[in-house]
């Protein structure tokens, strides 16, 4: 982990770390970056691809629409609507 | 120094499912009102779970079939993070790591031949929302109608070098893409957009230059118009050093005709990628990809070499019948309701596209009964109904696809009656109001008796054998 990206990392998610935690994430990362380079040493290009931890698959549903929300019970909430919409600030593009 | 250009297409298809990719709520919003085809899953609303559209997979595997690419039969969704008003749940689940196909190839025809483009890979996703900024001044309006959408994204290699490229790619796509019944690829509808990465290079060289990326594209025009005006500014800050070149997005300007710098380009790990713990993997099993294959459509080259060969069609007729899975399949149904090939085709290529030009419709915006079509084109060979009035009950048709021809002929007294009674009686009357031409005809101009024959038929109202009513005028006049 080098400086800039954690800079950039922080930025990112809107975080402000402490001079103490940069210390803290930059040692914990160099440790991990040991590990894996000890993983990447095996030869892995005989074994199939992990895509999950668990052996389990997501269920899929059929292409039927069904209306289960009116409008007006998702927009109670809201801060603000007009018109149907939700308001937010306005987004100068 | 000569430069070449360098670039990679990624084409957002809407895909043509009923409801959405991870909710049940209706993918198809137009005309609706703001917001009314939403629920608390397309809404972002914390503690939704989304539940995959198994036919937003059939097509996204359907669609890496017909591009040649290599199906994932274990596929994954992935969170793209970035935050943006009309994103609701603040990450687009998409697939990053596991797309559902990958490792494809396209062909495409230039003016200067054949080329392979590489296909990189075909994901799934979803479709962000719409902002609308112009009905209050202070405020954006937000309406998720739009938002999980099913969309794939196909990913090219940076294997195009010209805007001529770029249109026959799209222009492919979208061919095959409509043969398979996946999508509608309609840019004016914005079911097909496309973001275009571009750099130029020194000719030869094996280093890519600096990349900019041009964004939801919608025109086919537009992009050529962008692909050029890129180039050239790019090569002009080479040359003359008129700029620093940096990887961003940009934003094409049609109307000025000029791109303006967005945003400086994001990286993947600015997305912050990372597999999405609400969506289990997708495992298409050996019997799901099967279905699938099964279902693939006769490429467009395939039915064109089978319309020449075996139903002896020439190159011309196979090439405009072959132009679009609607017009063929109108074809194929006429073909076997009549039994000719060769009429079936002509009435095709003379008469039904004709319609579809002069109404503005897209080859595939054909909805006519192909069967009803053969029925009228039987009506039409063997006289029963004359060619005129055939085409008016064609034009009927595009109006009402469950028209009968037969039923409709009869009534509107299109049925050719041969009454030769009536024949002799519109001919003595026609040949009496112009009695120059009967002379004309006598002195030896032949061609005279036309006037005359068309407004015996105009009378009849095309209700009658060409040949009998010749016939009948020639003897009539003769016997004068």
Redesign the interface.
Known sequence: MERDTLRRLEMLNQLSLTDAQKEDVIAFFAARDAELKTLEAIDTSDTERMVHVMPIMTVVRDDVIIKTFSREALQQGAPETDEGYWCVPRVVE | MRYETVIGLEVHVELA???KIF????AHSFGA????????AC?G?PGMLP???????DYGMKAGLMLNCHINR???FDKKSYY??DLPAAYQTTQW??PVAVNGLVEIETSKGKKNVRIKQIHMEEDAGK???D??????????NRTSVPLIEIVSQPDLSSAEEVEAYLERLKMLLRYAKVAECEMAHGTMRCDVNLSVRPEGSDKLGVRTEMKNMNSVEAIKRAIEYETARHIDALENGTEVLVQETRRWDDIKGKSFAMRTKETA??Y?YF?DPN?????IDDEWFESISATLPEFPEVKKARYTEELGLGEYDADQLTKSIALCECFETAYEACGSAKDAANWMISEVMSILNARKMTYDMLDINGRALGELIVLVSSGKVGRANGKKILAAMFDDNTILPEKYAEANGFIVSNDTGLIEKTVKAAIEADPKAVSDYKSGKEKAIMSIFGKCMKELRGNCDPQVLRKILIDTINNM
């Open positions: 499912t009923k409801s909710c049940s709520c209706s009102e703001p917001n009314d085809h939403v629920c608390p809404c609303m539940v995959v559209n198994r036919r937003v997979v274990t596929t994954t943006y008003p790591f596991a902002l609308v900024h009905i209050r001044e202070d405020t954006t309006h937000v309406d998720f790990g600015d912050r597999p969506v289990m993997p997708v495992v």
